[in-house]
């Protein structure tokens, strides 16, 4: 293919984009009569037509000319000509090869040694050998130096004008070298001296390069010598291109090995950096036109390649002409690598990756420095040579990605073993990027220099990007390679991370210590309130729960955006359930909490970097969360959630909940003060924490995470961008390419996407003869949730606004988004919405907002925790017939939850609370109304009860607001009351019918007497409970049961002492006298006869020290001891 070529590839048919056709052969190809979807593109010129090749095509490989023609087997296609003229050719061929290569190779200034030209090829010259006076002083081209520069000294050194030294400079561009000067020995290499010595004119307003111009001075006759095998080289290549039987003669000459010495071929390899950019193009196109056409050669040039590999990539590393990267040798891998046959046989027998990562590694290693006994990167700046190399060294990258493209059906051993021995290479360099180029966060004084991050940027999002996805695929294909893979994963990051050291569980009670807690958020009108109201806690634990936690303060300890590894182990991990395997195969290598720590770090940095926490870091900070947020969120935000998402599938519950808490420093926020100002640090770390919340436990359009298709996923996002604002079609293929890493190259089946662009969103022509827009339908308006993990903040917000002024006009009420299940492996998570913590957390932010008086809460605090609630109530919803049922609604509609965990005067359930907010009449909760009416109403229903029904109470309570004064607001509350004793009577007379044969034992037994009821044939003994309080009857059979320890004893003196649990509380029904309030002290108030109180009990007898030793545990309770001895 020539330069500028347009070339074709199918959408369809191609093996990989790689796999291009001419246009002479697509016109005559199946792909443009089936009318196919295609890719036009220009050639680079370093290509070659795949038409005619097998595995470049999953269908039609070959056009109409090309159809039926083959590379014949053996000498066949030599056989055609006359055994003469065969003869002849090869010796020619050989010949003009081997003067070829010598004239090409430059040593020394003795150029009449260098050449043993044949006699017969003596005439062919003229003249010019027997000239040995006559010089040429020759320039070559470099990327050293600009045009500028290059004019300015041939107008000074040669007198030349500017249109001449122009035309001198465009001539060295083009073709690699010009000719400058011909004359005298001693002038030519004089003219050279100028030169390589050239020093700018004072008054030169261009910044010339130190390095000097690439100079030649030599004889006249090598340089028309090698002008004339330029010309001949090229005659070779359209010789081949034309005769099949003169190719596999320039083949077989070239593959040919002489005595202690390389072949030709090795020989073009490992001399290139001695040519110039018009014999590079000549040698690319004898490769291309007769070593890449003839099949049977193509693996033994492929196996070639890899034995010189290193050696060829280091001259291409230290060349200095980049831009000729199209006609460099190393540029040919593409027609190799990407061929599966050829690619599958490197790796396997010859070590292909591992030969090819190691230049990576080579080139890198000399930026791994050993710190407190873990290697990594450090100090990589930004310099113009070093620029230049690491542009060069993308393409090993490249050469890597081409043999991971190709995936056998069936993986030999030898291919698996092959495979893990470069694995563990490429996890040995990754791991060296594991935490590299970490912050401290600045508390006291602004930062005096900002540290240097885009390259450490540059090298994961650009270079190891490149194959990350392509290593994963192949760590998933085989049981073998997973379970190998993933033990090698997660010991690297085992081993190279400092940060894992975990505190002894039975030493450690709780993580969240209320005072110490408090004064770590460093100050604040909030720190003085709580060590003025909560003094009397102290170190008290607010959880009383024995677990282990990884040692790190974020506000303290360095923390990295760069974890490599962890994002490797997330994908890896994710296709745990493709294999069946037992989970407790993993979990005797690591712990779940040991690896969580990693992607919770960066999560938290890039929420506190957003919420303007390390300002006095400098810009760099927000640069870098940018990047890691917005710019590539593909590789390391969403991989970040998704080895969160995973992993806390393997912790408890309760736990990972606690953990999250600790390392979001929210713990004073779970306890409600009588009076609270604000504290914005501690708000933006709540709204953090339910953001987090909604990410890794709600979202779920996502592979391996749920039971969503690919198509669903792409749906997802796509409802999501179209949500923001109407768009082009080609803005929502690349959003898509953004969005997904795993869709870059799968991201070519446009016809997928483009049936579900027609099928939710619309066109609308903007302009007559202009693009048109893509615009959501209405019917897909309720899969948008503001929330959505690929939203930034900005964007959240647009679509946001745009959402509401949409439903404005919606007669059809709240619906909720689509919630596909969970996997088998991430289930789990579904019962993180009962766990206390966030029972807590819904129910103080709840309070807050209600109470009206706390600057703890925002409304976007309270939008998160009313979509955490209808995410929990639509996944039990969702699954009505799971054996483990997550009673989700049970725990919303319980005033006595224990979840709440703190006792309070006021104590209510967060059902009532958000009827509660239906009453309000702000514009932040008017929005959100819809939602809150469709959680009360779908709890009613899951409840099976009226008491929270939305037809009833949540009418009742809408129609006033608070401002409409203090009648309007006793009238509400009396139609609430009304209602809720109306309810509560048809529960009661429901209740009655249920359970009719009970009601009729008791109708018997209220006929009988008390004699009769307390006759037990026994003395009776009474137990004091108050004055004046009947005798209790004593057990049928002498011997109880502890509910505790399980052990049975007799109820007699001198035995253990037994009791019963039993809950007293304040009663206002019960209460006689009206006008007294009741005692603070009035758990004690049932010894003097109380009959303000309500008392019950479950009936389970238990030991004293039973209870006494398990009280031990949490100090919480120790007050609870006193009232029992």
Not at 409 to 427: G, H
Request: aromatic share 10%; glycine share 4%.
């Amino acid at each position: 293919l020539q330069y500028n070529e347009p070339t074709f590839s199918c959408l369809e048919c191609a093996l990989d984009r790689t796999c291009v056709m001419c246009m002479d052969c697509y016109y005559a190809s199946p792909h443009h009569t089936e009318k196919h979807n295609l890719h036009v593109n220009t050639s680079h010129g370093s290509g070659m037509c795949d038409c005619g090749d097998e595995e470049a095509w999953k269908y039609g490989h070959a056009c109409s000319v090309h159809a039926g023609k083959g590379d014949e087997d053996d000498n066949a296609v030599e056989m055609k000509l006359p055994p003469k003229v065969r003869n002849t050719a090869t010796i020619i061929f050989k010949e003009l090869l081997e003067l070829a290569m010598k004239a090409f190779i430059e040593k020394g200034e003795s150029y009449d040694e260098q050449f043993d030209i044949p006699v017969a090829l003596l005439p062919a010259f003229g003249d010019c050998i027997d000239v040995s006076d006559r010089y040429v002083t020759v320039i070559y081209n470099d990327e050293v130096h600009n045009f500028d520069e290059v004019i300015a000294q041939f107008k000074q050194l040669l007198k030349s004008s500017h249109s001449e030294a122009s035309a001198y400079a465009t001539s060295i561009d083009r073709e690699g070298r010009m000719l400058i000067r011909t004359a005298g020995k001693e002038e030519c290499q004089e003219l050279t001296r100028q030169f390589l010595s050239y020093k700018p004119g004072e008054h030169s307003r261009i910044r010339f390069n130190k390095e000097p111009l690439v100079t030649k001075s030599m004889p006249e006759f090598v340089f028309v010598l090698q002008n004339i095998m330029v010309d001949i080289v090229d005659w070779l290549s359209d010789l081949s291109r034309l005769n099949a039987a003169f190719k596999r003669i320039a083949c077989n000459v070239s593959f040919k090995e002489e005595e202690n010495s390389e072949c030709f071929i090795e020989r073009v390899m490992l001399h290139e950096p001695y040519f110039w950019k018009k014999v590079k193009c000549a040698w690319h196109n004898l490769f291309m036109s007769a070593y890449f056409g003839d099949s049977l050669y193509k693996k033994d040039i492929g196996v070639l390649f890899i034995k010189n590999y290193s050696a060829v990539f280091r001259s291409f590393l230290e060349d200095d002409k980049v831009r000729e990267f199209p006609y460099c040798i190393i540029s040919l891998t593409v027609q190799l690598f990407t061929v599966p046959s050829i690619s599958n046989i490197l790796m396997t027998e010859y070590s292909a990756l591992q030969i090819i990562f190691q230049q990576f590694v080579d080139f890198y290693s000399k930026f791994v420095k050993q710190e407190s006994g873990i290697s990594k990167f450090q100090n990589l700046q930004s310099n113009s040579t070093i620029s230049k190399r690491r542009a060069r060294i993308n393409h090993v990258l490249l050469d890597a990605k081409y043999i991971l493209t190709n995936i056998p059906d069936d993986i030999p051993s030898e291919t698996e073993d092959a495979f893990l021995v470069f694995l563990q290479l490429f996890v040995n360099f990754i791991s060296y990027m594991q935490e590299m180029n970490p912050h401290i966060r600045e508390s006291g004084n602004h930062i005096l220099r900002e540290k240097e991050w885009d390259q450490y940027f540059i090298l994961e999002i650009s270079e190891i990007r490149q194959i990350m996805s392509y290593v994963a695929r192949w760590c998933t294909a085989t049981p073998r390679l997973f379970v190998k893979s993933l033990e090698m994963v997660i010991k690297a990051q085992m081993d190279n991370s400092e940060k894992f050291e975990l505190c002894d569980p039975t030493s450690v009670t709780s993580t969240v210590s209320l005072a110490s807690l408090v004064r770590s958020l460093g100050g604040g009108p909030l720190t003085a309130q709580w060590e003025q109201q909560h003094r009397q806690l102290g170190d008290q634990p607010l959880f009383a729960r024995r677990m282990s936690y990884v040692q790190h303060d974020m506000f303290k300890d360095p923390v990295s955006f760069h974890i490599p590894v962890t994002r490797l182990f997330s994908i890896v991990f994710s296709h745990f359930p493709k294999f069946d395997l037992p989970i407790n195969l993993l979990l005797k290598t690591f712990t779940p909490e040991e690896l969580l720590d990693l992607p919770l770090r960066s999560i938290l940095l890039s929420q506190q970097i957003e919420a303007s926490m390390w300002k006095r870091n400098g810009t760099t900070m927000e640069n870098q969360s940018m990047c890691y947020r917005d710019h590539y969120k593909s590789i390391m935000w969403d991989k970040d959630l998704l080895a969160v998402q995973l992993l806390l599938t393997l912790c408890h519950p309760e736990d990972a909940i606690l953990k999250l808490v600790q390392k979001y420093k929210i713990e004073p926020y779970l306890v409600l003060l009588k009076s609270e100002t604000s504290y914005d640090p501690l708000l933006r770390m709540a709204e953090a924490f339910s953001s987090l919340l909604l990410y890794v436990i709600c979202e779920r359009f996502r592979l391996n995470i749920s039971e969503a298709k690919e198509s669903d996923i792409i749906r997802k996002d796509a409802v999501h961008v179209l949500a923001i604002s109407n768009v082009p079609r080609s803005k929502m293929i690349k959003t898509l390419e953004a969005n997904f890493d795993h869709f870059e190259e799968d991201i070519t089946k446009t016809d997928e996407i483009d049936e579900i662009l027609d099928q939710i969103a619309e066109k609308i022509p903007v302009k007559e003869g202009v693009k048109t827009m893509l615009k959501l339908k209405p019917e897909y308006y309720n899969e948008f949730t503001p929330f959505y993990y690929h939203y930034s903040h900005g964007q959240r917000q647009s679509a946001e606004n745009t959402y509401y002024q949409r439903q404005a006009n919606n007669t059809a009420g709240f619906r909720p988004p689509p919630l596909p299940a969970f996997t088998e492996l991430t289930k789990k998570l579904r019962h993180y919405f009962t766990c206390p913590v966030i029972q807590r957390f819904i129910y103080v932010v709840l309070k807050r907002f209600s109470g009206d008086t706390s600057g703890l809460v925002s409304d976007l605090l309270l939008h998160q925790i009313l979509y955490l609630t209808m995410f929990g109530v639509l996944d039990e919803l969702n699954t009505p017939d799971d054996p483990l049922p997550v009673k989700f609604t049970y725990c919303l509609t319980r005033p006595d939850n224990p979840a709440y965990l703190i006792e309070e005067d006021d104590q209510c359930s967060i059902l009532s609370l958000l009827i509660g907010l239906l009453s309000v009449d702000v514009k932040s909760v008017n929005e959100i109304k819809p939602l809150i009416r469709w959680i009360l109403k779908t709890s009613d229903t899951l409840n099976n009860t009226s008491s929270t029904s939305e037809e009833g109470v949540g009418e009742a309570v809408v129609e006033q607001s608070p401002k409409s004064g203090g009648d309007s607001h006793k009238e509400m509350m009396k139609k609430r009351r009304d209602l809720l004793l109306k309810n509560f009577k048809n529960q009661q007379a429901k209740f009655m019918v249920e359970n009719q044969e009970a009601f009729n034992n008791m109708a018997e037994d209220e006929n009988k007497t008390e004699e009769e009821l307390m006759e037990t044939g026994e003395e009776t003994e009474h137990f004091v409970c108050g004055p004046n309080k009947g005798p209790i009857p004593r057990p049928e059979s002498n011997i109880l049961t502890c509910i505790l320890c399980k052990d049975s004893e007799k109820v007699n003196t001198g035995y253990s002492t037994m009791m019963y649990g039993c809950l007293i509380e304040k009663s206002v029904v019960l209460k006689t006298d009206k006008d007294n309030e009741i005692s603070d002290d009035y758990r004690m108030s049932y010894l003097v006869g109380g009959e303000n109180l309500h008392i019950q009990s479950c009936g389970h007898p238990m030991h004293l020290k039973c209870l006494q030793s398990i009280m031990k545990l949490s100090p919480a309770l120790q007050h609870l001891l006193t009232m029992t001895g």
